[in-house]
């Protein structure tokens, strides 16, 4: 009696909470659908009278060049980063070579470090190297930090899968790449598409090295966001409104695939 | 059994991957760690060595970076346990099997699928110290709702605008952190607490003597991944505050004296200091982790 009533008494703390997460949110799309005469920051807190979408088309076209330049990205360089992170999770899963149990620890360090203690000769090496200011020199980045998870997810996922399986291919006679090809990569859609979105997320929401290693001509959402947002010409509103289009892939990729985008997040902290 | 040729062909199947980790993390903090042992000023890279001047300077002699150990932890407090104690609370409240569970854990979690950047955009109109005719954001909300001592403002006492800063950081992560409770929570077999409620114990005594200590593993696990979250914070307060000094962290002033003032030996000193920091959080818990899988 007493644990029913306790469990209805908790959707008050419950709901407190959801208004608080939904807050900038609410902000950003209502402020967002206020008409243009509107822009006055006294009434911030007040319902739009009436609704309009002028502001999201001022903030989209703002926007259009840095999202682009994002989506460009985005989409080779997570996609290379899961390939990548499959072909190293297998062998370490699968595959172990002599000093392989240092070689892992040293590789999952990399995704913890503070990257300002590598931005200096980051950025010399990428002048050297031709492919400073570009998105290309960004997607190498990406991927290459991008390692350290990308492995440990795929290591975990191919290290649960029982070694009777490789074994029997094994005497069957198949070639460790065959093995990868034919037994391991068909059953790893799930393993992709967490490592997929979860690097998805990561580049579309940096900053640090895109405002480092871009030029303003190739900057992604985030830097140009922040760069619109610091500035005093665009309207607050239309700046909420440009927070909200740069938000939605990621928010609508956290909506229909949240179940993966969580197992990376756990993967992150070395907890499975 | 693997015969010998399979196993090189292995190895050179991750050898791209081990010789980009070596030279794009470890070769690239060797190399920061020598720049920091220079005077190097300028556009030209100035390799004078220097020895641990830098770091003698910014420890001993450096105001502005003193302020900013001191505002790391002033920020790392609140945040770090703001974000357990929503994260534990929001866990507790979800673990009971209520409707609409699922509904509440992917609105607590959304935050973290969103860029600091972006958020950060909003709060910054959320958090505006601008006072009077000019007053916007939360503290126009709670003027309007009568609670005027809620007013804040992150420029006005800068010990309190670390601690005011927290709040959209505890408000992006207190959902990870959750997630991290809830799934040491599940893992707590039901037979446990159903014996020590035939035992008598009411369901505080069963949530202080058994359910916490159990959860004392995730507790570490969640204390170290945030507080190394914490040193590095630097998204954010670029985000609601730009690079205004009211609110700096050795992150923006290694950008400050690198990206904006080329004095580049004290930039990599700071961003070493950083990494040691890190490291030191990180390293001890890496291998508990790796040891405790291996034990499996």
């Known amino acids: 009696m007493t ?140 991927i290459i930090y ?31 790449f065959n093995i990868y090809r034919n037994i391991l990569l068909p059953i790893s859609i799930p393993s992709f598409v967490v490592v997929l979105i979860w690097q998805f997320t990561q580049a579309w929401n940096d900053f640090l090295f895109s405002v480092v290693l871009t030029s303003s001509r190739n900057w992604t959402v985030t830097v140009g966001l922040n760069n619109m947002a610091g500035g005093q010409i665009i309207a607050w509103n239309v700046q909420m409104a440009a927070s909200f289009i740069a938000a939605l892939p990621t928010l609508l990729v956290y909506i229909f695939l949240g179940k993966y985008f969580i197992r990376g997040m756990m993967a992150g902290s070395l907890k499975g | 059994m693997q015969n010998k040729k399979e196993r090189v062909q292995a190895f050179f199947m991750v050898l791209p991957s081990i010789l980009a980790v070596a030279i794009f993390i470890y070769g690239f903090i060797g190399w920061t760690v020598r ?13 004078t060595w220097v020895g641990l001047q830098n770091y003698i300077n910014l420890l001993t002699n450096d105001p502005r970076f003193q302020v900013d150990v001191r505002n790391t932890l002033l920020f790392t407090i609140p945040f770090v346990f703001g974000t357990l104690i929503i994260g534990l609370i929001s866990a507790l409240l979800l673990d009971q099997g209520l409707k609409g569970e699922t509904f509440f854990r992917s609105l607590f979690l959304f935050p973290m699928a969103i860029s600091y950047i972006v958020t950060g955009v909003a709060w910054r109109w959320l ?80 949530f202080r003597a058994i359910i916490l200590p159990l959860l004392r593993p995730v507790t570490l696990s969640a204390l170290i991944i945030l507080g190394h979250m914490s040193l590095k914070t630097f998204d954010l307060i670029i985000a609601i505050a730009g690079k205004s000094y009211a609110l700096d962290m050795p992150s923006i002033y290694m950008w400050n004296t690198t990206f904006d003032g080329h004095v580049y030996g004290v930039g990599a000193a700071i961003s070493i200091l950083l990494l040691i920091s890190v490291a030191i959080l990180i390293i001890p818990y890496l291998i508990y982790s790796l040891r405790k899988e291996a034990q499996l």
């Not at chain 2, 720049?35 to 390799?47: A, E, H, N, Q, R």
């Not at chain 2, 990870?176 to 040491?184: I, K, R, V």
Request: glycine residues 8%; aromatic residues 14%; hydrophobic residues 50%.
């Open chain 1, 3 to 142: 644990r029913s009533r306790a469990r209805y008494l908790s959707y008050i703390p419950l709901v407190l909470l959801s208004f608080f997460y939904l807050l900038p949110i609410y902000v950003m799309v209502l402020t967002g659908l206020k008409s243009l005469d509107e822009v006055s920051i006294k009434t911030m807190w007040d319902f739009p009278r009436q609704l309009s979408m002028a502001n999201f088309a001022v903030a989209f076209d703002e926007l259009r060049p840095y999202l682009w330049n994002s989506i460009k990205l985005v989409i080779p360089s997570s996609i290379l980063s899961s390939i990548l992170g499959s072909l190293n999770g297998y062998v370490l899963a699968k595959w172990k070579f002599k000093g392989a149990d240092i070689v892992f620890p040293l590789i999952l360090f990399g995704m913890f470090i503070p990257y300002q203690s590598i931005l200096i000769p980051l950025v010399d090496f990428m002048h050297k190297i031709n492919l400073y200011g570009g998105i290309p020199g960004l997607m190498l980045v990406h």
């Open chain 2, 127 to 206: 958090m505006n110290p601008a006072t009077g005719a000019r007053m916007s954001g939360l503290n126009l909300l709670f003027s309007k709702m009568g609670l005027d001592f809620l007013n804040s403002s992150y420029t006005a006492t800068p010990e309190w605008g670390m601690a005011y800063i927290a709040i959209p950081a505890i408000w992006q992560l207190s959902g990870y952190c959750m997630a991290l409770y809830l799934a040491g929570l599940r893992a707590i077999p039901d037979e446990i607490r159903e014996a020590a409620r035939v035992d008598g114990a009411n369901e505080f005594q069963i």
């Open chain 2, 35 to 47: 720049v920091s042992f220079t005077s190097w000023k300028g556009m030209i890279p100035d390799y």
């Open chain 1, 146 to 176: 991008g390692i350290p998870i990308t492995t440990l997810t795929f290591r975990n996922y191919y290290a649960s899968i029982p070694n009777e399986l490789v074994e029997a291919a094994k005497i069957d006679g198949a070639g460790m």
